[in-house]
């Protein structure tokens, strides 16, 4: 579209790419013959569950890029950017495969039409693995949706639906993994995420 090769161009200079493959609106499937270190995507729209999978699909697929560039609204890019107390399993899916570093904010004026919201570019230096240690990729996200099952609620109740067991269950698995049940899931880090996971597999293997 033209107003993803007007930000092709922008996003390739800013972030200094050296090979840049433009895709607009995340397709489901890399397209054949995809095989770039630097490759660049353009969400639309807001990202919703649909498009989450879509993203993550790139970042944790068989032949990752280096480096993922991405055009977003400017409230998904503080998403996808956020530290430990506004975390969301959004970002904390991103943060699991990569770095995501905030480049620019994009003014509405800049496209044609103009949107009715500002717009981010996102880089996101992509792991060789996994930054944190956990059972499995699988285990980790598992344990993460689990938490998020109730939002604004603590983590003793989240987990409490989110597993299908008792809250002062799910307190005694949180202390366990040395973690406060009170807490909220938005507060948690990557590394005790994965502490988390590895408490429920205990649980689970005993």
Not at 76 to 86: E, F, H, N, W, Y
Not at 154 to 174: H, K
């Amino acid at each position: 579209t033209g107003h993803a090769t007007r930000f092709n161009r922008s996003s390739a200079w800013r972030c200094n790419l050296k090979t840049c493959i433009l895709i607009d609106s995340c397709p489901a499937e890399q397209p054949p013959g995809v095989a770039a270190k630097d490759l660049v995507l353009h969400f639309a729209r807001q990202v919703d569950s649909g498009e989450q999978f879509k993203l993550r699909h790139f970042l944790a697929g068989p032949h990752p890029p280096a480096r993922l560039v991405v055009l977003v609204q400017y409230e998904v890019a503080k998403t996808l950017t956020a530290s430990p107390g506004d975390l969301s399993l959004l970002g904390i899916a991103v943060q699991y495969y990569g770095h995501p570093t905030l480049v620019a904010k994009i003014a509405p004026g800049s496209f044609a039409p103009p949107p009715k919201v500002h717009s981010a570019i996102v880089q996101i230096e992509v792991y060789g693995h996994p930054p944190v240690d956990a059972p499995s990729d699988e285990a980790f996200f598992a344990t993460v949706r689990a938490g998020f099952r109730a939002k604004r609620k603590q983590l003793r109740n989240s987990l409490s639906q989110g597993w299908g067991i008792t809250p002062q269950q799910a307190a005694d698995l949180a202390l366990g993994a040395g973690i406060d049940p009170q807490r909220r899931p938005e507060t948690l880090t990557l590394e005790e995420w994965a502490h988390l996971a590895w408490a429920w597999d205990r649980r689970n293997a005993a």
